[in-house]
């Protein structure tokens, strides 16, 4: 089953974007309109699939 569990995560790529994104952010460095759009939409996407990751966790919890 763990090896099911890599999938639900963000690529290294995406997740070293959105870290850039973020870290800018939190520096205080304006992002433009798109990149504040690409980092909602990252982060979302970074929430569901640690969603899924607990639901398949707790179904295979589940099942043993």
Known sequence: MSGNL???QLP???QRRLAD???R???GLALTAAERREA???VE???MLSLLKLRTGKKSKIAA
Do not use: I, P, T
């Open 6 to 8: 890599r999938k639900f």
């Open 12 to 14: 290294v790529g995406v």
């Open 21 to 23: 994104l973020l870290d």
């Open 25 to 27: 952010q939190d520096k």
């Open 40 to 42: 909602e939409g990252l």
């Open 45 to 47: 996407m970074a929430e």
